[in-house]
Antibody
Framework: QVQLVESGGGLVEPGGYLKLSCTASGFIFNDYYMSWIRQAPGKGLEWVSY????????YYADSVRGRFSISRDNAKNSVYLQMNSLTADDAAVYYC????????????WGQGTLVTVSS | NFILTQPHSVSESPGKTVTISCTRS????????VQWYQQRPGSSPTTVIYEDYQRPSGVPARFSGSIDISSNSASLTISGLKTEDEAHYYCQSFDNSNWVFGGGTELTVL
């Protein structure tokens, strides 16, 4: 079955950086586009970023463009999110998600990793 | 960019039918697919409807989706409500390279 396991979350100071990882299993990873979606405590879902199978197409939400960078390593069945210049507004559970084909539709979600931004 | 507006909360009794709306602020609801995600307390979201009305395997037929061009809205209907349906439900669509989520609706089954 499809499994997406996030890691790398934790406590970071404002202005700091963190790199999240998501390791996939149960499907042919390099056949699927992948995304990161976040959820601030007690809030709704917010899309963060999206990457194509070959990394040739990458999109970011306006709120993170220029600070976050998505990447993937198909040999390691992994997708990453490098987060720089973090602020309190970036504090959230970050979900790794598999896209339905190349669409902007999620068909599988990870369990999430919590990022806390505080001094 | 557009906004997807959902009611904050809805409630209904077990066995009944409930409909959750999702209204698009600009642009046609029919121009991009709408998805619905269920998030039970303390859990990750799961997909219950994609491409307006399609159900992933494993999602019961009690869940159905539709769109209404005249009201520029999408709807998620859950029939034969069960207590396990109690959750937050989020609609989602997209425009060019931008994803948009609705604010979420808390469904209480009491």
């Amino acid at each position: 079955q499809v499994q997406l396991v996030e890691s790398g979350g934790g406590l970071v100071e404002p202005g700091g950086y963190l790199k999240l990882s998501c390791t996939a299993s149960g499907f042919i990873f390099n056949d699927y586009y992948m995304s990161w979606i976040r959820q601030a405590p007690g809030k709704g879902l917010e899309w963060v970023s999206y990457i194509s199978t070959s990394s040739g197409t990458i999109y970011y939400a306006d709120s993170v463009r220029g600070r976050f960078s998505i990447s993937r390593d198909n040999a390691k069945n992994s997708v990453y999110l490098q987060m720089n210049s973090l602020t309190a507004d970036d504090a959230a559970v970050y979900y790794c998600a598999r896209n339905y084909g190349s669409s902007f539709i999620v068909d599988s979600w990870g369990q999430g990793t919590l990022v806390t931004v505080s001094s | 960019n557009f906004i997807l507006t959902q009611p904050h909360s809805v409630s209904e009794s077990p066995g009944k039918t409930v409909t959750i709306s999702c209204t698009r602020s600009s642009g046609s609801i029919g121009s991009n697919y709408v998805q619905w995600y269920q998030q039970r307390p303390g859990s990750s979201p799961t997909t219950v409807i994609y491409e307006d009305y399609q159900r992933p395997s494993g999602v019961p037929a009690r869940f159905s989706g539709s769109i209404d061009i005249s009201s520029n809205s999408a709807s998620l209907t859950i029939s034969g409500l069960k207590t396990e349906d109690e959750a937050h439900y989020y609609c989602q669509s997209f425009d060019n390279s931008n994803w948009v989520f609705g604010g979420g609706t808390e469904l209480t089954v009491l």
